[in-house]
C-alpha cells in the first residue's frame, strides 16, 4: 500500500495536468463543500493561503489544521511547523496564533536524502520550497521566527520554550521520529502534535508507533490523511 499510494503521489505531484485533474479536482470539491455550511472567515483564509502558492494540504486537511491551531492558540506556549514547503500551511497558522510565536523549521532546500526503501519514492530536494519566498508571503505577520537548516540542528539556538500546537509534514520517517523526539517533552499538558500523511506514508506511522510504544498517548486518526496525540499530563 505505501509504494503504491506514494508512487502515485509523487507522479502527480510532478505533473502539473495531472495534478490539477486529481488533487486539485478534489480539494476545489471539498472547499465547495465547506462551502456550505462553514464560517466565511475561515473560508477566506483558506483561500488566502493557497493564493498564489502550492498547498500539498486537500481543503479538508487546511480546514483541520486552522481548528487545531485555532483552538490551541488560547493556551500558554508557542506554535511551531517541521515541514515548511512554500507556506500555505504556515499563513494558515499565522492567522490563528494571535499574539503567540510560530516557529517554522525546514531546510528549505527540500527533502534531505531518503533512506532506505524511501529513496524508491523520494529524492532530495523534493518539495523544496524557498526561504525568501516563504519569508515574503508571511512578512506581514508578526512574531514568526524561521529555523533554516537540518532538524534539530536548526533549534540548538532555542531556550526552554514550551508548545500548544505543532505541526509535522516532512515525509521521511527519521525527519518524522525527530520531530516527535524534539517536540513531544516540550509540549504542554493538552499540547496536540498534528502530522500530515499519516495513512499514506508508512515511515510516516511507523514513526510515531515505535515512538510512542512506551508514551501513554495513543494517535487519534482523523478522516483525512492526518492524524494527531493529545499531550498527556502524565509522564510515561
Same mark, same amino acid.
Given at each position: 500500500?505505501?509504494?503504491?499510494?506514494?508512487?502515485?503521489?509523487?507522479?502527480?505531484?510532478?505533473?502539473?495536468?495531472?495534478?490539477?485533474?486529481? $488533487? #486539485? %479536482?478534489?480539494?476545489?470539491?471539498?472547499?465547495? /463543500? @465547506?462551502?456550505?455550511? !462553514?464560517?466565511?472567515? *475561515? =473560508?477566506?483564509?483558506?483561500?488566502?493561503?493557497?493564493?498564489?502558492?502550492?498547498?500539498?494540504?486537500?481543503?479538508?486537511?487546511?480546514?483541520?489544521?486552522?481548528?487545531?491551531?485555532?483552538?490551541?492558540?488560547?493556551?500558554?506556549?508557542?506554535?511551531?511547523? $517541521? #515541514? %515548511?514547503?512554500?507556506?500555505?500551511?504556515?499563513? /494558515? @497558522?499565522?492567522?490563528? !496564533?494571535?499574539?503567540? *510565536? =510560530?516557529?517554522?523549521?525546514?531546510?528549505?532546500?527540500?527533502?534531505?536524502?531518503?533512506?532506505?526503501?524511501?529513496?524508491?519514492?523520494?529524492?532530495?530536494?523534493?518539495?523544496?520550497?524557498?526561504?525568501?519566498?516563504?519569508?515574503?508571503?508571511?512578512?506581514?505577520?508578526?512574531?514568526?521566527?524561521?529555523?533554516?537548516?537540518?532538524?534539530?540542528?536548526?533549534?540548538?539556538?532555542?531556550?526552554?520554550?514550551?508548545?500548544?500546537?505543532?505541526?509535522?509534514?516532512?515525509?521521511?520517517?527519521?525527519?518524522?521520529?525527530?520531530?516527535?523526539?524534539?517536540?513531544?517533552?516540550?509540549?504542554?499538558?493538552?499540547?496536540?502534535?498534528?502530522?500530515?500523511?499519516?495513512?499514506?506514508?508508512?515511515?510516516?506511522?511507523?514513526?510515531?508507533?515505535?515512538?510512542?510504544?512506551?508514551?501513554?498517548?495513543?494517535?487519534?486518526?482523523?478522516?483525512?490523511?492526518?492524524?494527531?496525540?493529545?499531550?498527556?499530563?502524565?509522564?510515561?
Amino acid at each position: 500500500m505505501w509504494m503504491r499510494n506514494e508512487a502515485m503521489r509523487r507522479f502527480v505531484s510532478r505533473n502539473r495536468f495531472v495534478s490539477f485533474l486529481t $488533487f #486539485g %479536482v478534489h480539494s476545489a470539491i471539498q472547499m465547495k /463543500l @465547506l462551502g456550505g455550511h !462553514k464560517h466565511p472567515v *475561515t =473560508l477566506r483564509r483558506l483561500k488566502q493561503a493557497r493564493a498564489d502558492t502550492d498547498s500539498l494540504l486537500s481543503s479538508d486537511e487546511a480546514f483541520i489544521l486552522h481548528e487545531l491551531a485555532q483552538a490551541q492558540a488560547i493556551y500558554e506556549g508557542d506554535l511551531a511547523e $517541521f #515541514g %515548511v514547503y512554500r507556506g500555505a500551511s504556515a499563513e /494558515l @497558522l499565522c492567522m490563528v !496564533k494571535a499574539h503567540r *510565536t =510560530l516557529h517554522l523549521f525546514d531546510t528549505f532546500e527540500g527533502l534531505p536524502a531518503p533512506k532506505g526503501k524511501e529513496r524508491k519514492v523520494f529524492v532530495k530536494g523534493e518539495f523544496n520550497g524557498s526561504l525568501k519566498s516563504v519569508e515574503r508571503k508571511l512578512s506581514g505577520y508578526e512574531n514568526v521566527v524561521f529555523h533554516p537548516g537540518f532538524f534539530p540542528d536548526s533549534a540548538a539556538g532555542l531556550g526552554e520554550e514550551r508548545y500548544s500546537f505543532v505541526h509535522l509534514d516532512v515525509d521521511l520517517y527519521e525527519a518524522t521520529l525527530a520531530g516527535l523526539t524534539y517536540f513531544y517533552p516540550r509540549m504542554i499538558p493538552g499540547g496536540i502534535i498534528l502530522t500530515h500523511d499519516y495513512s499514506i506514508i508508512d515511515g510516516v506511522s511507523l514513526a510515531f508507533s515505535e515512538f510512542l510504544a512506551d508514551k501513554p498517548e495513543h494517535v487519534i486518526e482523523l478522516p483525512t490523511t492526518q492524524a494527531m496525540i493529545i499531550r498527556s499530563a502524565h509522564t510515561a
